[in-house]
T-cell receptor, first 113, second 109 residues
Framework: QKEVEQDPGPLSVPEGAIVSLNCTYS??????FMWYRQYSRKGPELLMY????GNKEDGRFTAQVDKSSKYISLFIRDSQPSDSATYLC?????????????FGSGTQLTVLP | NAGVTQTPKFQVLKTGQSMTLQCAQD?????MSWYRQDPGMGLRLIHY???????DQGEVPNGYNVSRSTTEDFPLRLLSAAPSQTSVYFC????????FGPGTRLLVL
């Protein structure tokens, strides 16, 4: 069993839709949770960074962590064609080793104009 | 401030050939790492370094060597390339969060 499971998609939605991306993880020691966005043929870039359970909002993006169910989500409101990318969740045990990340396999999202 | 740079962007090798993937960062980060990305597998850690002169293995280190002689550079060496090493390779450096380079696409025939 992988430590982080992520539905690979592909996911296709119309412009303006609310997008929900999800990951589950198996190790309860994970404390730090990240979402990366990766455009085609580019390196991943950090989108959201959260610690422990709860919600964090940044513009149209909301990251949600439920440690009791080991479930993390990324919501995109009013999705735009420019949001079309692969979204990777990542987890780590501590901030000291936050650089040593365990990644999900990524979900490919297409937002249709 | 260029961030993390990687060269080459694309490389074709024959089985058994060796090569070095270059990575450099200008953010003065102590921590640097190499990942490979394969379809359906996400990013997997190959090797990492916590500072000049210090390196350690990640999840998939076999077939790869690294060294860290300066804070800025962290090259990845393939000693004898195999088709299983066909992948996209990303270098990253980090303070609190990781910054990734643009990647090197490697095809081993």
């Amino acid at each position: 069993q992988k430590e982080v499971e992520q539905d690979p998609g592909p996911l296709s939605v119309p412009e303006g839709a609310i997008v929900s991306l999800n990951c589950t993880y198996s190790n309860s020691a994970f404390q730090y949770f990240m979402w990366y966005r990766q455009y085609s043929r580019k390196g991943p870039e950090l989108l959201m960074y959260t610690y422990s359970s709860g919600n964090k909002e940044d513009g149209r993006f909301t990251a949600q962590v439920d440690k009791s169910s080991k479930y993390i989500s990324l919501f995109i409101r009013d999705s735009q064609p420019s949001d079309s990318a692969t979204y990777l969740c990542a987890v780590s045990i501590s901030s000291g080793s936050a650089r040593q990340l365990t990644f999900g396999s990524g979900t490919q999202l297409t937002v249709l104009p | 401030n260029a961030g993390v740079t990687q060269t080459p962007k694309f490389q074709v090798l024959k089985t058994g050939q060796s090569m070095t993937l270059q990575c450099a960062q200008d953010m003065n980060h102590e921590y640097m790492s190499w990942y490979r990305q394969d379809p359906g597998m996400g990013l997997r850690l190959i090797h990492y370094s916590v500072g000049a002169g210090i390196t350690d293995q990640g999840e998939v280190p076999n077939g790869y060597n690294v060294s860290r002689s300066t804070t800025e550079d962290f090259p990845l060496r393939l000693l004898s390339a195999a088709p299983s090493q066909t992948s996209v390779y990303f270098c990253a450096s980090s303070s609190r969060t990781q910054y990734f380079g643009p990647g090197t696409r490697l095809l081993v025939l």
